[in-house]
């Protein structure tokens, strides 16, 4: 069974950083993937970043260049380091792995297997 647990969400004002991490258990795939993924309120969940186990990433439009996705083996733990924050980022986001990697839908949410609870983040302008 794969378990993810997020934490480093919180409140920030735009230009703001955070890192939010996700702690991974349970998971002994070599051809999967782990991502970020945000809701916000009243829209649907979006693929933020991706990383494949082969260590490729795939990143939104939206935090190209702001964003790094990034995970420390040793310790089990993805995480996302996000810079330059904008009010817009503000969103539940959420880890996701999958056993299997796909680079034309990484960023599709619908075809990850294993959630985690999310973690708030809140950027004020």
């Known amino acids: 069974q794969v378990e993810l647990v997020e934490s480093g969400g919180g409140s920030v004002q735009a230009g703001g950083s955070l890192r939010l991490s996700c702690v991974i258990s349970g998971y002994t795939y070599s051809n999967g993937c782990m991502g970020w993924f945000r809701q916000a309120p009243g829209k649907e969940r979006e693929g933020v970043a991706v990383?494949?186990?082969?260590?490729?990433?795939t990143y939104a439009d939206s935090v190209k260049g702001r964003f790094t996705i990034s995970k420390d083996n040793d310790k089990n733990t993805l995480y996302l380091e996000m810079n330059s924050l904008k009010p817009e980022d503000t969103a539940m986001y959420s880890c996701?792995?999958?056993?299997?990697?796909?680079?034309?839908?990484?960023?599709?949410?619908?075809?990850?297997?294993?959630w985690g609870q999310g973690t708030q983040v809140t950027v004020s302008s």
């Open positions: 990383l494949a186990d082969a260590g490729s990433t």
């Open positions: 996701a792995a999958d056993p299997w990697y796909s680079d034309y839908d990484a960023l599709n949410f619908r075809r990850y297997s294993y």
